[in-house]
Nanobody, 124 residues
């Protein structure tokens, strides 16, 4: 099974930017969608963004649309999440996940493999 490792999290001020990376090891990416989810303290895990294998389709949560951009580079088995105009409500642990199919979905049960997460904290 693929292992996913997120990186790039940290502490940033409101309005700042971060780029998260999710690198796969153990095998190359399947021809499947990749997604980003996040979980804030005391809240359920929520969908952030997803992308197809060929990058021809992306979907975003309304809360991040226009501020976050998901991308991937299959040659290096890495998916990215560029986060701009960050807000305190974006504070959460961010997880990447590999989908069971190549259809980008916002439902966590449609993802087979998960990383350990990376903390993003946005100060006001």
């Amino acid at each position: 099974q693929v292992q996913l490792l997120e990186s790039g999290g940290g502490l940033v001020q409101t309005g700042g930017s971060l780029r998260l990376s999710c690198a796969a090891s153990g095998r190359t990416f399947s021809r499947a969608a990749m997604g980003w989810f996040r979980q804030a303290p005391g809240k359920q895990r929520e969908f952030v963004a997803a992308i197809t294998w060929s990058s021809d389709n992306t979907i975003y949560a309304d809360s991040v649309k226009g501020r976050f951009t998901i991308s991937r580079d299959n040659a290096v088995n890495t998916v990215y999440l560029q986060m701009n105009s960050l807000k305190p409500e974006d504070t959460a642990v961010y997880y990447c996940a590999e989908g069971a199919t190549d259809t980008p979905r916002q439902y966590s049960y449609m993802y087979d493999a998960w990383g350990q997460g990376t903390q993003v904290t946005v100060s006001s």
